[in-house]
T-cell receptor
């Protein structure tokens, strides 16, 4: 079956670095995405990894290891506005590029 | 560019009543998705359209939920009859194509409360 696991909560201080891990089990894996969602808001796309390695976009980086079915989102120079939920999402190819979201990690950034 | 538009923003109904949600995707986006997000959980895909054809509806409770995307643009999602467990935010998203590297752009959602 399909499953994604990520920590339910992470707390960090402003200016620090935090890593949110995601492990997945799925068939027909195509890639791993990350989305950010503030309370009451819409999910917004952060990054996508189809190949092994690190992708960097400003303060955010995302990593994928296909052999380990593992990825992570790295947030640097944390700001208060980064307090939100972060979802990893697997794109799988069985039945037409279906997207499966994890349960989300709630990040609390403290001053 | 204008984002994904959804309406209504909020809806409160009693169980066994019916309700419909509307979505207008970003212009030119071929793929449209409807998700259900229960409080504290990740979005769950209900149905995915490629233009006006259904790509995946494996998680759509077809005895009570229906969706259509006429002319490959706007879409409606209907629930009839509603159950208490349907209380959730219903999110519409669109992407240029269904390819893996295409980001999904989400609307603000419709928050549905069933009494």
């Amino acid at each position: 079956g399909q499953s994604l696991e990520q920590p339910s909560e992470v707390t960090a201080v402003e200016g620090a670095i935090v890593q949110i891990n995601c492990t997945y089990q799925t068939s027909g894996f195509y890639g791993l995405s990350w989305y950010q969602q503030h309370d009451g808001g819409a999910p917004t796309f952060l990054s996508y990894n189809a190949l092994d390695g690190l992708e960097e976009t400003g303060r955010f980086s995302s990593f994928l290891s296909r052999s380990d079915s593992y990825g992570y989102l790295l947030l640097q120079e944390l700001q208060m506005k980064d307090s939100a939920s972060y979802f990893c999402a697997v794109r799988e190819g069985t039945g037409g590029f279906k997207t499966i979201f994890g349960a989300g990690t709630r990040l609390f950034v403290k001053a | 560019e204008a984002g994904v538009a959804q309406s209504p923003r909020y809806k409160i109904i009693e169980k066994r009543q019916s309700v419909a949600f509307w979505c207008n995707p970003i212009s030119g986006h071929a793929t449209l998705y409807w998700y259900q997000q229960i409080l504290g959980q990740g979005p769950k895909l209900l149905i995915q359209f490629q233009n006006n054809g259904v790509v995946d509806d494996s998680q759509l409770p077809k005895d009570r939920f229906s969706a259509e995307r006429l002319k490959g643009v706007d879409s409606t999602l209907k629930i009839q009859p509603a159950k208490l467990e349907d209380s959730a935010v219903y999110l519409c998203a669109s992407s240029l194509e269904a390819g893996g590297n295409q980001p999904q752009h989400f609307g603000d959602g419709t928050r549905l409360s069933i009494l």
